[in-house]
């Protein structure tokens, strides 16, 4: 089966996902996304953060999704997956492996950090500074939906 994915996104949009610019489409080709189907149009997004926000820690951070649904790590059940943040981390894509990461078991440490209980909001023990921040749903193996689907990246700082 061919692994294809063709997303319409804004030109800071592309940029701050996977470091390039330009308008249109991006076509990821085989091996570049998971086997499991993501549902078409699909959004995965933060609830009560904003990119630029100065907060005090800790932070609460709310996942937000739509059309698809959330259901714990090993669950196979069509249209749902589970949350990952990546923080202080170069975007999806952009990362040690590259576009490749889209295709592969997320890790899990200290910079992906897993919510395979299905949770949808967690508070994090930032220190000052400034911290990035991306969302990435995954199936029932860690591994990005085809197309994957995930956030733009927000930078906060916390106090």
Do not use: W
């Not at 630029?52 to 059940?77: D, N, Q, R």
């Not at 990546?86 to 950090?113: C, K, M, S, T, Y």
């Not at 994090?124 to 969302?135: K, S, V």
């Amino acid at each position: 089966m061919k692994n294809t994915f063709t997303r319409t996104v804004s030109a800071a949009t592309f940029a701050s996902t996977l470091g390039a610019f330009a308008l249109g489409a991006i076509t990821f080709g085989p091996a570049l996304a998971g086997e499991t189907p993501s549902a078409p149009g699909t959004l995965q997004y933060f609830v009560n953060l904003e990119d630029g926000a100065t907060l005090k820690g800790p932070v609460k951070v709310i996942f937000g999704l739509s059309g698809m649904g959330v259901a714990p790590a090993g669950t196979e059940k069509e249209n749902t997956g589970h949350h990952h943040l990546l923080v202080d981390r170069p975007a999806l894509g952009e990362g040690e492996h590259g576009p490749h990461e889209f295709d592969a078991n997320l890790p899990a440490d200290d910079q992906h950090i897993h919510y395979g209980g299905g949770q949808t909001e967690t508070t994090l023990e930032l220190a000052p500074g400034t911290h990035t921040l991306q969302l990435v749903l995954a199936d029932k193996d860690h591994i990005p939906h085809n197309p994957p689907v995930f956030s733009e990246v927000i930078t906060i700082t916390v106090e």
